[in-house]
């Protein structure tokens, strides 16, 4: 949408095809149905790290189309939007739906022709110049330029199948395998289902690949029945997935502010403090009952036992329950609950300063079709404003 809305701002023509009846679909299940539609720190140099390894291709569509653009594109068409923690944007009225109309009128706006229900088949091309798309109803499409801007394969229930995979293919592009990201953990250990609902605004998690520890970061987890979320676990899902060739496991600490001598320590003078309190009692008033249970249970120490009978041993256990609470990767969860994808289009066969192809001279790719990705909260969406611009702003007619 942003890149139809580009290139019809600057006067070109432009055709839309959507496969669906309507568009802008998976906009409005982002942020929960608020849609997070960007990050004050989105476009930060000093932050750019957090795209990852790709993150230095993003500098001039960032520069062409910044976060304050992308504020300034939204607040001058009537959408007021409001700043949560962590440099969230939100709209003010908490409705994905507004900024879906925002860009839905400003296509119109521009003359934007839109064709619904039109599935792309094929791609046909001539040298190095993409001349027709051919869709499944037989109608061609010809065009000077040409582009791609389908997404990826998560919530494949909005339209986003991975279709464009097969064409590029076809083209000779090369595409980097997609691959879930942005989603839950699925963990070995059943013990996870008596905890699920339990939440924790500051854990630690440690991530070890083959038992070599790759990363630790503080943040907000949530247990599932069978795993992890929460927007920790969704920023660190891409980098434990690319570890799954090999043995993966997570160790949760609950006390991140205290070393482990220190949490014992701590364990010692409230046993000397509370000698006649049973060790399940004494749990519970420090951590949430249900995972009182669950470290007891992998501590193999008796919850009635009085805590001026715990052996120096036992509350050894106990001190690395709480803080090395160990859980064993099994997979991350499938498309159909990954807020992004990671993979698509190899970034060296596109130019960072147009978005168009190095293979083919009017042909353009935008957002989640490119290998791009960034941590929840608004960051995915800003690489779709700006490459989507980018791309709108490049094509020569």
């Known amino acids: ?48 790290n957090v795209y990852g390894a790709n993150a230095k291709f993003l500098f001039s569509a960032f520069k062409k189309f910044s976060v304050d653009d992308t504020l300034n594109f939204f607040a001058s068409r009537g959408l007021a939007t409001k700043v949560e923690d962590h440099g969230r944007v939100f709209p ?45 109803n037989g109608q061609e499409i010809v065009a000077k330029n040409f582009i791609i801007a389908t997404g990826g394969k998560s919530y494949p229930a909005t339209g986003s199948q991975g279709d464009a995979y097969a ?26 289902k008596d905890l699920e609902g339990l939440s924790f605004d500051q854990a630690e998690i440690s991530v070890f690949c083959d038992s070599k520890k790759i990363l630790s970061q503080v943040g907000e987890i949530i247990f599932t029945a069978d795993g992890l979320s929460g927007p920790l676990v969704l920023n660190l899902s891409n ?9 993966v496991l997570l160790k949760l600490d609950f006390f991140p502010e205290m070393e482990i001598e220190e949490f014992e320590k701590k364990l010692q003078a409230d046993f000397h403090r509370s000698h006649n309190k049973t060790i399940k009692n004494y749990l519970s008033e420090i951590l949430p009952s249900k995972l009182a249970l669950a470290v007891l249970k992998v501590s193999n120490i008796n919850g009635s036992k009085a805590v001026n009978l715990i052996a120096k041993e036992e509350r050894r256990a106990l001190a690395l329950a709480v803080k090395q609470f160990v859980l064993t ?46 941590p929840t909260g608004g960051y995915n969406l800003q690489i779709c404003w700006s490459t989507g611009y980018t791309a709108g702003d490049s094509v020569k007619f």
Not at 334 to 361: C, H, N, W, Y
Request: a positive charge; hydrophobic letters at 45%; glycine letters at 6%.
């Open 1 to 48: 949408m942003m890149a139809g809305i580009r290139a019809g701002e600057i006067g070109a023509r432009v055709v839309l095809l959507e496969k669906n009846k309507e568009l802008g679909l998976k906009l409005l299940i982002t942020g929960h149905g608020r849609c997070n539609l960007t990050n004050l720190l989105a476009d930060k140099k000093e932050n750019i």
């Open 92 to 136: 003010e009225s908490n409705k994905a739906s507004d900024v879906q109309k925002v860009l839905q009128n400003f296509l119109k706006a521009k003359k934007v022709e839109l064709i619904f229900t039109a599935e792309v088949k094929q791609i046909i091309k001539e040298k190095k110049e993409v001349k027709k798309i051919i869709l499944a």
């Open 167 to 192: 064409w590029l293919a076809q083209l000779g592009h090369k595409v980097v395998k997609a691959r879930p990201a942005l989603t839950p953990v699925i963990v070995k250990e059943k013990t996870v």
């Open 239 to 247: 980098r434990i997935g690319s570890c799954l060739t090999a043995p």
């Open 329 to 374: 990767v099994m997979r991350l969860k499938d498309f159909d609950k990954a807020m992004i994808t990671a993979g698509g289009v190899d970034i060296r066969e596109v130019d960072p300063q147009t978005m168009r192809s190095k293979l083919f001279e009017n042909l353009y790719f935008a957002g989640e079709i490119l290998d791009l990705d960034g």
